[in-house]
């Protein structure tokens, strides 16, 4: 696979993530350029800061159509049509098919708010507080199949406080999100990061906050 040079975001919500990896693209932290912006929900959040980035955005609402292979398919014709090399997940809240997966396997990342493996799915924080976790955190992976279950590129930890419920905690972790998102990405630009026989491969020069050794 060639360098990646033209990253989508879909999403379904704000666009929080959204906004750090433009941001760090706009600053030439990532080198590579945020060519497109897909939502799956009409006035998402994320379709506003997309274009208040002055990005290339539109919605392919799922409901639309009559199943999740068509909606895919809708999805994929856009994703080529622009040439699209990476595709980054940030808060898409639909289940994507094998199909999809095997499209962009190995240039399709996710980022999942707990510690994977544990709490794939929903309501990750709420469990991270009812479980009784002393910490918390979020997970850049490669997507494959199985839900939340593709090999760890990046975590943050961040830890549960007394006093916290779901939305503060939710705060916190996403704050990391915001940083190492944006890292997750660079690497994988950078192809210092791949997906090598289902394994992440790290380039031995990359320290943890991304610089060269
Ligand atoms: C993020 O916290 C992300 O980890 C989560 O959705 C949020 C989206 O926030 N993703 C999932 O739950 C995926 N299962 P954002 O729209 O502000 O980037």
């Not at 975001?9 to 590579?32: H, K, L, T």
């Not at 398919?73 to 809240?93: R, Y």
């Not at 190995?106 to 309501?123: E, Q, T, V």
């Not at 469990?127 to 992976?141: C, I, K």
């Amino acid at each position: 696979m060639s360098t990646p040079r033209r990253i989508a975001v879909i999403a379904s919500g704000s666009g929080s993530n959204m906004a750090a990896i433009a941001a760090a693209c706009e600053r030439g932290d990532i080198p590579a350029t945020l060519s497109l912006v897909i939502s799956n929900v009409p006035h998402a959040r994320v379709l506003a800061r997309a274009a208040e980035w002055q990005l290339p955005n539109r919605c392919i609402n799922h409901r639309d159509y009559e199943s999740r292979g068509a909606f895919e398919e809708a999805m994929l014709q856009v994703l080529q049509k622009n040439a699209i090399d990476l595709v980054v997940l940030a808060g898409f809240m639909r289940i994507l098919t094998d199909r999809f997966i095997r499209e962009y396997y190995g240039s399709l990342l996710n980022i999942h708010p707990s510690l994977l493996p544990k709490y794939p799915g929903l309501n990750t924080h709420q469990r991270a507080l009812d479980a009784g976790d002393e910490e918390a955190g979020a997970t850049v992976h490669f997507v494959i199949p199985e839900l939340d279950a593709g090999p760890t590129i990046v975590q943050a930890r961040v830890p549960v406080l007394s006093g916290d419920d779901a939305s503060s905690l939710a705060a916190r972790v996403q704050a990391q999100e915001h940083q190492i998102y944006p890292l997750a990405v660079r690497w994988c630009v950078e192809k210092k990061v791949e997906l090598r026989k289902g394994k992440v491969w790290k380039d031995p020069s990359l320290t943890s906050n991304g610089t060269n050794a």
